[in-house]
T-cell receptor, first 110, second 113 residues
Framework: EDQVTQSPEALRLQEGESSSLNCSYT??????LFWYRQDPGKGPEFLFT???AGEEKEKERLKATLTKKESFLHITAPKPEDSATYLC???????????FGTGTRLTIIP | EAQVTQNPRYLITVTGKKLTVTCSQN?????MSWYRQDPGLGLRQIYY???????DKGDVPEGYKVSRKEKRNFPLILESPSPNQTSLYFC????????????FGPGTRLTVT
């Protein structure tokens, strides 16, 4: 059974203070690891898909990386508008379901 | 605009009164799915559909029904809602299951009293 664990549960940063969010996963053959952003009361918004260890993707102040056991979402010089819950999800081979972690709630203080 | 729509967005109902939450997508996606989101439990899949007339159970299907008669629509049916089905519900769609990312609707907040 696919499993995803995200840490920390919550993170408070000062504006401009860079940090990383962790997503540890177990899956029998990775078809894709997905990062989403979710604002309160809204649907998750797709950010990145990573397929294989060593892969990296960037979007504005966000950079996602992948190893065989975990993924990191690095946030560089964050702004208050980056405050949101960040969700990680995986899909393994032979599994049509997407398994989500419980998310990291990120707060950027001006 | 490419989007997934859900209706209603908010619903308060009573135990046992049948209800349907509609979901529609305009991206010609084959794969559609329903999730519920509860504090501390994250997003859990209820049902998914690989294509028209093809549906299967997710992790928490008890108390729910779905149908996929048209490619664009995937309604969620609660035949006899109970208070433990009070939750935030999301519909999502993607081109396929595989490595394709899913696009989510805005959510339906359901309260069953």
């Amino acid at each position: 059974e696919d499993q995803v664990t995200q840490s920390p549960e919550a993170l408070r940063l000062q504006e401009g203070e860079s940090s990383s969010l962790n997503c540890s996963y177990t899956v029998s053959g990775l078809r894709g690891l997905f990062w989403y952003r979710q604002d309160p009361g809204k649907g998750p918004e797709f950010l990145f898909t990573l397929y294989s260890a060593g892969e990296e993707k960037e979007k504005e102040r966000l950079k996602a990386t992948l190893t065989k056991k975990e993924s990191f979402l690095h946030i560089t010089a964050p702004k208050p508008e980056d405050s949101a819950t960040y969700l990680c999800a995986v899909r393994g081979f032979g599994n049509e379901k997407l398994t989500f972690g419980t998310g990291t709630r990120l707060t950027i203080i001006p | 605009e490419a989007q997934v729509t859900q209706n209603p967005r908010y619903l308060i109902t009573v135990t046992g009164k049948k209800l349907t939450v509609t979901c529609s997508q305009n991206m010609n996606h084959e794969y559609m799915s329903w999730y519920r989101q509860d504090p501390g439990l994250g997003l859990r899949q209820i049902y998914y559909s690989m294509n028209v007339e093809v549906t299967d159970k997710g992790d928490v299907p008890e108390g729910y029904k779905v149908s996929r008669k048209e490619k664009r629509n995937f309604p969620l049916i609660l035949e006899s809602p109970s208070p433990n089905q009070t939750s935030l519900y999301f519909c999502a769609s993607s081109h396929g299951s595989g490595s394709y990312e899913q696009y989510f609707g805005p959510g339906t907040r359901l309260t069953v009293t």
